[in-house]
């Protein structure tokens, strides 16, 4: 007997999806490609980009797909986990979903896959599964797709990149990797695959030798930052970047910190190698969709530059807010920082190199069950616990006055209601760590 429940409305939507939270993170391809099978197989006729790495996943993807519609291309973009609202992880031509469109394409794949031996999806599969179907439908000419966890057993590996981006590797969600960077690249690292070009950033030169052997066991074409394509720094916040195809000088854009640099050059030799593989992207467009793009909490500036919002949660991604944060914070005191952490993260990595850098530092726990309750954070670090983000977002405003600085991070769901809050964001749906 079939399990299918027709799916009508977004109230449907959700909870069906919240649902399939319960199943928790299952990494494995067997129950994806087997969905994907009983959907028509939608990945196989995408020409697509997959971008894996530890930190800068979303603003690779997010330049790649602004320089791609700048080329005049229809592009799909799937990206994880979402800021407020679902349809964010489905875009098709720079905009997210409709709800109506969600609701659609979900109960087509709910309906193929909810019956007897049928594949029992997670959350993250599920939605996987409904991006391709989705850009299959729209005839997308160029689908980028970001990695949810790893790469090994993560759904995205299934689709059949031309171009596979690896933005680096540092510790995080170790659980699920393993603990060292060794182990962590050795699950990135997979997704490099015949028929694609590997285009990778910087990485410690072991891992950069892992690399190289990967690329070459699979004959995988490799360019690897430092070697086949290099950036620098010019005066004004502009970039030279220069790959194995051409150099570029003078690239604007308007992501900050020097990790976006980075980021911007990987995107640029990504873009480019991209031709080599079929879908040719010009210099013009680059140059217009790095001037254009816009990645919502990767060091944003709100309320008139009192809030910077920044999505890092991992020591690495800490390490490059620490590194632009006296720019940011040039001519304001004091500095108040909002965070909050997950349990099974590094709060220790997370917190203590901003407590080091804040005047003040204020912490909360998200509505989530992973989430860290706020008094349970180490008493050394010297953090004041808040009732909730939203509270702490208040206090901070107050304490910083109209010349400090708000600064809040250290998780995606803490960014996601403080924001919410702060910007007076109505549209909201739960927030989902997948």
Same mark, same amino acid.
Not at 102 to 124: C, H, N, Q
Not at 134 to 139: C, G, I, K, L
């Given at each position: 007997m079939s399990r299918y429940s027709p799916i009508r409305t977004y109230k449907d939507a959700l909870r069906h999806l919240l649902g399939l939270t319960a199943r928790g993170i299952r990494p494995g391809l067997t129950r994806v490609r087997s969905a994907l099978a009983l959907v028509g197989e939608p990945h196989l006729c995408l020409p697509a980009v997959v971008v894996g790495g530890t930190n800068g996943k979303g603003s690779v993807s997010a330049i790649v797909a602004a320089a791609a519609r700048a080329q005049g291309l229809k592009v799909g973009?799937?990206?994880?986990?979402?800021?407020?609202?679902?349809?964010?992880?489905?875009?098709?031509?720079?905009?997210?979903?409709?709800?109506?469109?969600?609701?659609?394409?979900?109960?087509?794949?709910?309906?193929?896959?909810?019956?007897?031996?049928?594949?029992?999806?997670?959350?993250?599969?599920?939605?996987?599964?409904?991006?391709?179907?989705?850009?299959?439908?729209?005839?997308? *000419?160029?689908?980028?797709?970001? %990695?949810?966890?790893?790469?090994?057993? *993560?759904?995205?590996?299934?689709?059949?990149?031309?171009?596979?981006v690896l933005t680096g590797v540092a510790l995080d969600h170790q659980q699920y990797l393993g603990d060292t960077l060794e182990a962590i690249a050795t699950e990135k690292f997979a997704l490099a695959r015949r028929g694609s070009i590997v285009v990778a950033g910087a990485l410690r030169p072991d891992l950069r030798d892992m690399l190289v052997r990967r690329a070459a066991s699979v004959r995988a074409p490799l360019w690897l930052a430092g070697r086949d394509f290099a950036w620098s720094?010019?005066?004004?916040?502009?970039?030279? %970047?220069?790959?194995?195809?051409?150099?570029?000088?003078?690239?604007?854009?308007?992501?900050?910190?020097?990790?976006?640099?980075?980021? &911007?050059?990987?995107?640029?030799?990504?873009?480019?190698?991209?031709?080599?593989?079929?879908?040719?992207?010009?210099?013009?467009?680059?140059?217009?969709?790095?001037?254009?793009?816009?990645?919502?909490?990767?060091?944003?500036? &709100?309320?008139?530059?009192?809030? %910077?919002?920044? %999505?890092?949660?991992n020591p690495d991604g800490v390490a490059s807010l620490c590194a632009a944060l006296p720019g940011l914070a040039r001519g304001h005191r004091p500095i108040v920082a909002v965070l909050g952490c997950m349990r099974d993260k590094d709060v220790e990595g997370i917190v203590a190199p901003l407590a080091r850098m804040v005047d003040h530092l204020l912490l909360a726990a998200p509505r989530m069950p992973r989430a860290l309750p706020a008094d349970q954070f180490p008493p050394h670090l010297g953090g004041r616990p808040m009732p909730s983000v939203e509270a702490a977002a208040e206090e901070a405003l107050r304490i910083a006055g109209e010349h400090g600085l708000v600064v809040v991070a250290g998780s995606t769901f803490v960014v996601s209601e403080a924001r919410a809050h702060l910007l007076r964001i109505r549209r909201v749906d739960p927030s989902v760590p997948m």
């Open positions: 973009l799937f990206t994880s986990p979402h800021l407020h609202r679902l349809t964010e992880r489905i875009q098709v031509g720079g905009r997210e979903i409709g709800r109506r469109k969600l609701v659609e394409a979900l109960d087509r794949v709910v309906a193929a896959v909810d019956v007897p031996g049928g594949p029992a999806l997670t959350f993250f599969e599920t939605l996987t599964v409904v991006a391709a179907d989705v850009f299959a439908r729209e005839r997308v *000419d160029l689908a980028v797709f970001e %990695v949810g966890l790893g790469g090994r057993l *993560d759904a995205t590996r299934l689709v059949p990149a031309r171009v596979v720094h010019r005066s004004g916040g502009t970039i030279d %970047v220069t790959t194995p195809v051409d150099a570029l000088a003078r690239l604007r854009h308007r992501l900050v910190g020097a990790h976006q640099e980075h980021n &911007a050059a990987v995107a640029v030799a990504a873009l480019q190698a991209l031709g080599r593989r079929g879908v040719p992207i010009g210099d013009a467009a680059i140059r217009r969709g790095l001037a254009r793009v816009k990645w919502p909490a990767r060091l944003e500036r &709100a309320l008139g530059g009192r809030v %910077v919002f920044d %999505v890092a949660h």
